[in-house]
């Protein structure tokens, strides 16, 4: 039945694409909207069809199981590269996680929630007393563009966020544990949700990774580890503490829980443009028509998100039961350990191994005298005790072969890494400044948050650990030297402002710093006005 569906399905693209582009071809280009309204007419007319075959020989009964981890029948707008056709399972969430973050981008693509009216059988007043009763210490506005984005969440894709409900019960309680840790709101958690859709592997077009959507250089301010074993954007408990340092300084700049959480969708310097368009005020709706048009609908998403993780059960969504670990122990691994090792003696999967210590990129935890988590659902626990004393030796040249082995080590960025500060050259492209200093131009892009376009004059940060010889070298600390005027002093690094600096600007030219650290360092508070020339701290040296 599935195959015939199919097949009338494509029957009916190759009817209608034809006549959409003919009609096309004859008539002035379309507006967007155009488009995006013929978009969702295409849609609704293949869903009623769809519906209409298969009610013809189906009951009317709900035919997925609840044991099913992931719902087929709801991802048929996905395109086709996206699309996954997963078996029946509970053992893994690799797939119910990638399905996810591919269905919030696709779906936020089609559906204009800022322009559009959607309409519920729920009264305003309703919505309202409801948000009010949650009590959140972070404001919860309600207006026409909130109201859509909770009638997409609990109207358009219950069947998704059932899914990520499943998830909430695994992660929500560590992440509540981690905000009250900075002693910040614990409504923060649910940016996980906007951020990933609860997916630590989550990568975007910009390539920010991991469940809390960590950039490549604001992670290593924040000292998130990444090298060719490791990177603990992936890791949500890892990369969860480096979002609430990350919003703690965000709200030390605005003042406001909105802005903050604004900024952490563009960055502040976004923020402040927006704030200064709009004529110095802090109110988010006052500077709403200034910020990217992303991060418009990003508050928004958060005040959805919130009222339906509390009132799913007004909506009849029920959580889908999800199989992970009610309790995980945890093991400091202080020699090499691969996974294969760890799941021949004590029966645990590698995909279990990996859904659990998604940081590891080559199912390697590397050997230091520092040590690395691991982290093993406790019914497996006994059994890796058990083995301990045997288990790094087992099979090991075959699990660390020689030369797969040292390829992993000797691209490992940490090796000796420095910070090279590149200025673009005219008629210089980011392929011939990749060659130069033998990295990839992905690399380069993600360390400055670039896409294909550089400028003469642009400053551009490499790490590298063969740098020309011409090359202007820093250590790891610094993230631009050039711009970074330093002394050592008392026992500290210390820094000379510069006309137009601001703190949070001072502590990303230092890897590992944050605006935080700065403040505390030199006893400032939100108040504190800098002036050029003066010295402060930065770190002990």
Same mark, same amino acid.
Request: proline share 6%; charged share 20%.
């Given at each position: 039945m599935r195959k015939t569906v199919s097949i009338i399905l494509l029957s009916l693209f190759a009817?209608?694409? !034809?006549q959409t582009a003919h009609s096309q071809i004859f008539s002035k280009k379309p507006s967007r909207n155009a488009l995006v309204a013929e978009i969702e007419k295409m849609k609704r007319t293949i869903d009623s069809l769809k519906q209409e075959l298969e009610y013809e020989s189906i009951p009317m009964i709900d035919t997925i199981s609840?044991?099913? &981890?992931?719902?087929?029948? /709801?991802?048929?707008?996905? =395109?086709?590269?996206?699309?996954?056709?997963p078996q029946p399972s509970t053992d893994s969430l690799l797939s119910v996680w990638y399905v996810q973050r591919s269905m919030m981008i696709d779906e936020?693509?089609?559906?204009?929630?800022?322009?559009?009216?959607?309409?519920? =059988?729920?009264? =305003? &007043?309703?919505?309202i007393a409801r948000l009010k009763a949650l009590n959140s210490f972070i404001p919860l506005p309600y207006n026409n563009i909130v109201k859509n984005h909770i009638i997409f969440y609990t109207q358009r894709i219950p069947n998704k966020i059932d899914i990520m409900l499943g998830l909430?019960?695994?992660?929500?309680?560590?992440?509540?544990?981690?905000?009250d840790q900075y002693n910040l709101p614990k409504e923060l958690k649910i940016m996980a949700i906007i951020e990933s859709a609860l997916n630590p592997r989550a990568v975007?077009?910009?390539?920010?990774?991991?469940?809390w959507q960590f950039m490549y250089r604001t992670a290593l301010q924040y000292n998130l580890r990444i090298d060719s074993y490791v990177d603990e954007r992936l890791d949500p408990i890892a990369s969860g503490h480096a979002a609430a340092k990350y919003l703690r300084d965000s709200y030390t700049i605005f003042g406001d829980w909105l802005l903050a959480i604004a900024s952490y969708n563009c960055g502040p310097g976004n923020?402040?443009?927006?704030? $200064? $368009?709009?004529? /110095?005020? $802090?109110?988010?709706?006052?500077?709403? !028509?200034?910020?990217? $048009?992303?991060?418009?609908?990003?508050? !928004?998403?958060?005040v959805a998100a919130m009222y339906t993780m509390a009132y799913h059960k007004e909506h009849r969504i029920t959580p889908r039961p999800i199989s992970?670990?009610?309790?995980?122990?945890?093991?400091?691994?202080?020699? !090499?350990?691969h996974f294969g090792q760890i799941s021949e003696l004590t029966g645990i999967t590698r995909e279990e191994l990996s859904d659990y210590n998604p940081q590891y990129l080559n199912e390697i935890i590397p050997g230091n005298t520092k040590g690395n988590i691991l982290k093993l659902p406790y019914n497996y626990t006994n059994a890796f005790v058990d083995n301990q004393n045997i288990i790094y030796g087992y099979k090991d040249s075959l699990f660390f072969n020689p030369i797969v082995y040292n390829n992993v080590r000797n691209t490992s960025p940490t090796t000796q890494r420095n910070a090279i500060t590149h200025t673009v050259r005219s008629g210089e492209t980011l392929s011939h400044i990749a060659t130069r200093y033998k990295v990839r131009v992905s690399d380069i892009q993600a360390w400055n948050g670039v896409k294909s376009v550089i400028r003469p004059g642009q400053r551009l940060t490499i790490h590298t650990s063969n740098p020309p010889a011409q090359a202007t070298r820093t250590t790891t600390t610094t993230a631009s030297a050039s711009s970074a005027k330093t002394t050592n002093s008392g026992g500290y690094v210390m820094y000379t402002i510069q006309k137009g600096d601001t703190l949070w600007e001072i502590s990303r030219k230092f890897e590992g710093v944050t605006l935080n650290d700065i403040m505390k360092l030199n006893g400032f508070t939100k108040n504190t006005k800098i002036m050029p020339g003066r010295k402060i701290r930065i770190r002990p040296i």
């Amino acid at each position: 039945m599935r195959k015939t569906v199919s097949i009338i399905l494509l029957s009916l693209f190759a009817v209608l694409l !034809p006549q959409t582009a003919h009609s096309q071809i004859f008539s002035k280009k379309p507006s967007r909207n155009a488009l995006v309204a013929e978009i969702e007419k295409m849609k609704r007319t293949i869903d009623s069809l769809k519906q209409e075959l298969e009610y013809e020989s189906i009951p009317m009964i709900d035919t997925i199981s609840s044991n099913d &981890s992931i719902n087929p029948g /709801g991802l048929s707008f996905f =395109d086709s590269e996206d699309f996954i056709d997963p078996q029946p399972s509970t053992d893994s969430l690799l797939s119910v996680w990638y399905v996810q973050r591919s269905m919030m981008i696709d779906e936020n693509s089609i559906i204009n929630l800022e322009d559009q009216q959607l309409t519920s =059988d729920i009264p =305003d &007043s309703v919505y309202i007393a409801r948000l009010k009763a949650l009590n959140s210490f972070i404001p919860l506005p309600y207006n026409n563009i909130v109201k859509n984005h909770i009638i997409f969440y609990t109207q358009r894709i219950p069947n998704k966020i059932d899914i990520m409900l499943g998830l909430s019960n695994f992660y929500m309680p560590q992440f509540e544990e981690i905000f009250d840790q900075y002693n910040l709101p614990k409504e923060l958690k649910i940016m996980a949700i906007i951020e990933s859709a609860l997916n630590p592997r989550a990568v975007s077009s910009a390539n920010a990774k991991g469940m809390w959507q960590f950039m490549y250089r604001t992670a290593l301010q924040y000292n998130l580890r990444i090298d060719s074993y490791v990177d603990e954007r992936l890791d949500p408990i890892a990369s969860g503490h480096a979002a609430a340092k990350y919003l703690r300084d965000s709200y030390t700049i605005f003042g406001d829980w909105l802005l903050a959480i604004a900024s952490y969708n563009c960055g502040p310097g976004n923020v402040n443009k927006a704030i $200064r $368009r709009a004529g /110095g005020s $802090r109110d988010f709706w006052t500077i709403y !028509p200034y910020l990217p $048009r992303e991060t418009r609908g990003y508050v !928004p998403s958060f005040v959805a998100a919130m009222y339906t993780m509390a009132y799913h059960k007004e909506h009849r969504i029920t959580p889908r039961p999800i199989s992970m670990a009610a309790h995980l122990d945890t093991f400091l691994i202080t020699r !090499p350990l691969h996974f294969g090792q760890i799941s021949e003696l004590t029966g645990i999967t590698r995909e279990e191994l990996s859904d659990y210590n998604p940081q590891y990129l080559n199912e390697i935890i590397p050997g230091n005298t520092k040590g690395n988590i691991l982290k093993l659902p406790y019914n497996y626990t006994n059994a890796f005790v058990d083995n301990q004393n045997i288990i790094y030796g087992y099979k090991d040249s075959l699990f660390f072969n020689p030369i797969v082995y040292n390829n992993v080590r000797n691209t490992s960025p940490t090796t000796q890494r420095n910070a090279i500060t590149h200025t673009v050259r005219s008629g210089e492209t980011l392929s011939h400044i990749a060659t130069r200093y033998k990295v990839r131009v992905s690399d380069i892009q993600a360390w400055n948050g670039v896409k294909s376009v550089i400028r003469p004059g642009q400053r551009l940060t490499i790490h590298t650990s063969n740098p020309p010889a011409q090359a202007t070298r820093t250590t790891t600390t610094t993230a631009s030297a050039s711009s970074a005027k330093t002394t050592n002093s008392g026992g500290y690094v210390m820094y000379t402002i510069q006309k137009g600096d601001t703190l949070w600007e001072i502590s990303r030219k230092f890897e590992g710093v944050t605006l935080n650290d700065i403040m505390k360092l030199n006893g400032f508070t939100k108040n504190t006005k800098i002036m050029p020339g003066r010295k402060i701290r930065i770190r002990p040296i």
